[in-house]
């Protein structure tokens, strides 16, 4: 679906980079990058590290807290490694999609934070982000995200409360993910805090009807084209 403050013009140039692409490359993690998960990273991209432009999306910490501890860390690992990170507060794009889209545009990789999913969920809504990325990606971008931004590639939102993340935090529960992916990233499958219940998220989820991949801290799930790869 285009957006509606993209022109005809815009919708025709659409339609023809996703005849082109349409080839979906995303990278899921739970917590952790290795270097195998990098250079899968960066192949799926075509450049090396050093030409890689990242918009970093970490608004789904904003509820998340004592966040402010851990997000520049992860963020440094990003830049560590040579990319060019460029932080994105859906906060600050509120009523403002073209300008959003743009910047997202500009970028090789759309990476998502992790934190909470459902304020996650509502903040995309709220911003235009969801429906940017969506056209985006369909258009050959690269989509990375871990735990929170992992599960929103997925078709839905539903039973991570049981992981702990309270509904109530978001303004408005939004039950569908992304759709980039038809399986739901179910994260931290191994951590001390929060494996009883990711077990009970991937039995509710599998007891719905939904195709789940579970991972644990140290994996990810890679998505190019029609090739899935666990990683």
């Not at 969920?121 to 990606?137: F, H, N, Q």
């Not at 001390?192 to 990810?220: M, R, Y």
Request: glycine share 8%; charged share 20%; net charge negative.
């Amino acid at each position: 679906m285009i957006p509606d403050f993209l022109g005809r013009d815009f919708y025709l140039l659409s339609c023809l980079k996703k005849a082109m692409n349409n080839i979906p490359k995303l990278l899921l993690y739970s917590m952790s990058l290795t270097e195998k998960h990098y250079a899968a990273l960066e192949k799926l991209t075509g450049k090396k590290a050093n030409d890689i432009y990242f918009a970093c999306i970490e608004n789904a910490a904003d509820v998340i807290e004592g966040s402010e501890q851990w997000v520049p860390g992860i963020r440094q690992s990003l830049v560590d490694r040579g990319y060019r990170v460029e932080t994105i507060d859906l906060r600050n794009w509120f009523q403002k999609p073209e300008g959003l889209y743009k910047k997202l545009q500009s970028k090789d990789v759309i990476w998502v934070c992790g934190g909470h999913t459902y304020y996650l969920r509502w903040i995309l809504k709220e911003s235009g982000a969801d429906t940017i990325i969506k056209e985006l990606v369909a258009a050959g971008k690269v989509y990375a995200g871990w735990s929170a931004g992992a599960i929103m590639a997925g078709p839905t939102t539903k039973y991570f409360e049981l992981m702990g993340d309270d509904p109530a935090a978001a303004v408005e529960l939004i039950d569908a993910g992304l759709n980039l992916t038809n399986k739901v990233i179910v994260p931290h499958i191994n951590n001390p805090d929060f494996a009883a219940g990711a077990a009970a998220t991937c039995e509710a989820l599998q007891h719905a009807g939904f195709k789940v991949i579970a991972l644990n801290d140290h994996e990810a799930f890679l998505i190019h084209g029609a090739t899935e790869t666990l990683l």
